[in-house]
């Protein structure tokens, strides 16, 4: 590889880490204020907005991951997995009614579990595409 195919690599999967990380965090602040809704109600409006944020995170680290998979070769498996947990925010947020909390608080563990595998993974990338 070239100097500047490297450092493109490197800056992309950067890019990744840091919206896994951020992924990850804006998750653990949607279970806070979740938590937070019961049993005497809670920010609501709270809960709904970390949930754009989420979308948008979470969509920035799938634009990440195709674009590591297209241009520098990562696993398909990891671009999968990342467009599998953006695609499960929108599921939740479709199912975030009180009506449907039986589906929804399943659902949060998968994406949570999801966003950690992802999160390990693109640690774990390091030097591996150099």
């Known amino acids: 590889m070239t100097t500047r195919t490297v450092t493109s690599s490197t800056t992309v999967v950067r890019a990744l880490q840091v919206s896994a990380v951020l992924t990850v965090v804006s998750l653990a602040f949607q279970f806070v204020t979740a938590g937070q809704l019961f049993p005497q109600g809670g920010p609501e409006q709270l809960h709904a907005g970390g949930a754009v ?61 999801g966003a950690a595998w992802m999160l390990v993974w693109s640690l774990s990338l390091g030097r591996s595409l150099d």
């Open 53 to 113: 944020v989420l979308h948008v995170l979470s969509g920035l680290t799938a634009i990440a991951a195709v674009q590591l998979r297209r241009r520098h070769g990562a696993p398909d498996g990891l671009a999968v997995l990342v467009v599998v947990v953006f695609v499960a925010t929108f599921v939740q947020a479709a199912t975030g009614g009180r009506s449907t909390l039986w589906l929804h608080v399943p659902g949060a563990m998968v994406l949570t579990a």
